[in-house]
């Protein structure tokens, strides 16, 4: 296996799988959990993953691990989700998935801005910031996070729907 790490040879032998199913591989990572190992693959996409994709991801991925062997003989747990809202943004596409959500950006220069993403591409990002737009470039920026937010009562009927595919009924 040379140099690389478990992680980096489950990456390499697990994107191109993930990509096969029209997702991104974001992470994989291995635990041990008692005599068991835990296998996390987080996956994302542009308009969410659905609870099908992560089925199909799942199955894809198995069966690359059957065949490959870098699990080796041993039990594990195989376990497909989409990236929480924790995730640091520091890809373009991390930005892009986080459109209309609220972030703090952090500056390289130091201090943060907080804003809604109201649109992202390759070179920056552009954040309602108190009612201006603001473009910011990826270059100046360290990381972004999506911040939770607290919404009345009455708003939260459809927050089921948020991450559904075309995700505008409402």
Do not use: C, N
């Not at 690389?4 to 096969?20: C, I, N, T």
């Not at 029209?22 to 542009?46: C, H, P, S, Y």
């Not at 969410?48 to 198995?62: I, T």
């Amino acid at each position: 296996m040379g140099s690389a790490s478990p992680r980096d040879h489950l990456m390499k032998l697990l994107e191109p799988v993930v990509g096969a199913e029209g997702l991104d591989l974001e992470d994989v990572t291995v635990t041990q959990a008692g005599r068991r190992r835990l296998l996390r693959v987080i996956v994302d996409r542009d308009g969410g993953v659905s609870l099908d994709d992560v089925a199909e991801v799942s199955q894809a991925v198995s069966a690359a691990l059957d065949q490959d062997d870098s699990m080796g003989q041993a039990a594990y747990t195989l376990e497909v989700s989409s990236p929480g809202v924790d995730r640091p943004l520091t890809e373009p596409r991390h930005w892009r998935r986080a459109a209309k959500r609220l972030v703090k950006a952090e500056l390289r220069e130091g201090g943060a801005v907080e804003g809604r993403v109201l649109s992202a591409d390759e070179t920056g990002v552009e954040l309602d910031v108190a009612g201006q737009a603001r473009r910011l470039d990826y270059k100046d920026l360290t990381r972004g996070r999506v911040q939770v937010e607290f919404r009345r009562i009455d708003e939260i009927d459809d927050v089921e729907d948020v991450d559904d595919a075309d995700g505008d009924e409402g």
